[in-house]
């Protein structure tokens, strides 16, 4: 009787790792697998340390209006964070980005990803793979639309946006802030007048000039 316990629990264990090794997400290369890993059910999911604020892996993409498991539509070779792209890293071009604070933005060679901490619990596919521009920092333009750290700068003007770049009062980085006809932002928002004060500005009489009297207190 004990012979054939050890016989069956033998059996389902071979099977088990069969099962495993046979799935399709079993054999595939990762280009980055501390970000995307396989999961106990050999789903593919993102690391949960790569997403701020959020202790949850993430293991769905939104996609055309539905919700996909990752590995119906993410390219596991060529996924990775959007600055550990060469090409896209030089864009961004401040270290405070390119460094530890752009867990919001994903490529492959097919899509643009996002992934908003405070909205989203899953990827959402944004964009081809050719078609976003990177204004600098952490802001994007896709399909006429801004974004910073994956939210929509709602108020921004497109065609006259730009990106400066500041030191914040007391700190050793440069920040990037949006700019166009109408305002200065922070973040996805307008700035205040109060945080423009706190500004180390390259050239503050001047920006003053253009845009203090349009900024909220």
Known sequence: MENQAKITYSVCLSLIILMAACHPNAHKKIKNPELLQVSPSNNLVINSEFISFNDKAINKVLFNGK????????????????????????????????????????????????????EDSVLRVMSSADNYFIAGGAYLIINN?????????????????????????????????????????????IMTRKNFDQKFWPNPDSLKLLYYERLPD
Request: aromatic share 22%.
């Open 145 to 189: 639309n801004v974004y910073c750290f994956a939210q929509h700068v709602k108020q921004a003007d497109k065609n006259s946006f730009r990106v400066i770049q500041s030191f914040e009062n007391h700190s050793e980085w440069k920040f990037a802030f949006g700019v166009d006809k109408n305002y200065i932002y922070e973040g996805a928002h």
């Open 67 to 118: 919700i996909y498991p990752l590995e119906d539509v993410i390219d596991p070779e060529t996924f990775d964070l959007l600055p550990n792209f060469k090409e896209d890293s030089l864009k961004i071009a401040l270290p405070y980005y390119t460094g530890m604070h752009l867990y919001c933005y994903y490529k492959d060679k097919n899509y643009i990803y996002f992934f908003d901490e405070f």
